[in-house]
């Protein structure tokens, strides 16, 4: 009854509740990702945090809403860094490449992020989509209405370089010392193969005359 009573006549959260929120999904991040998914309790997380879990408690009404606040506030952390550079780009190649790269930029600069993360999409599979449209997807599409990719499932595609993704994030929680520009490199090269539609001419003619070959 405390905390609903102390909301009464307030617009919202104030500076200081805020902060403690931010403090508790930092010390949630580096809970998970020291001590893994399954050990990453209230009380660990608010031994690390220095504050009592009653205080968690009053912010989050349990760990599976602090768990949508850390994937939340990841999330967001990820599309500051990213979707400038995406959205800066003239082409959908470029788009694609960009969005490829910044990715592997983000995992070099947010190791414990990223190290969250993958811990909680590993234990917890009902934080896949919803089905509804991704900004990826939706940025194929476009590629697609311009000419400039092939014929293919957006979906299926986004999905695809999701987990592509995913992979090498899961990979480099494991060995941190992984060449993340190489994945890219490589990353980018088969991605551009895949949604490029001169790439995809290309690839069918040689199928074609390989046919032909006695």
């Not at 983000?106 to 917890?124: D, Q």
């Not at 992979?167 to 010392?177: H, K, L």
């Not at 890219?184 to 032909?212: C, M």
Request: net charge negative; charged share 25%; glycine share 6%.
């Amino acid at each position: 009854m405390q905390s609903k009573t102390r909301m009464i006549g307030r617009d919202g959260p104030s500076f200081i509740e805020v902060a403690r929120r931010a403090q508790i999904v930092e010390c949630a991040i580096e809970t998970i990702a020291s001590l893994g998914y399954a050990q990453a309790s209230l009380n660990q997380i608010a031994e690390r945090a220095g504050i009592s879990k009653s205080v968690i408690s009053y912010h989050f009404a349990g760990k599976d809403e602090l768990i949508d606040q850390v994937l939340e506030d990841v999330s967001a952390a990820g599309a500051a860094l990213m979707w400038p550079r995406v959205q800066a780009e003239e082409t959908s190649a470029g788009m694609l490449r960009a969005y490829i790269q910044s990715h592997m930029d983000f995992m070099r600069t947010h190791p414990r992020h990223v190290a969250a993360v993958s811990e909680i999409l590993l234990h917890n599979r009902t934080q896949f989509d919803d089905g509804q449209a991704t900004p990826l997807e939706e940025r194929l599409r476009e590629g697609q209405r311009d000419g400039e990719f092939r014929a293919f499932s957006p979906r299926v595609m986004a999905w695809s370089i999701r987990a592509a993704l995913d992979e090498v994030a899961r990979r480099f929680v494991a060995n941190p010392g992984l060449g993340l520009d190489d994945c890219a490199r490589e990353l980018t090269t088969l991605f551009d193969l895949a949604t490029n539609r001169s790439a995809a001419a290309e690839t069918q003619v040689a199928h074609d005359r390989s046919r032909d070959c006695p």
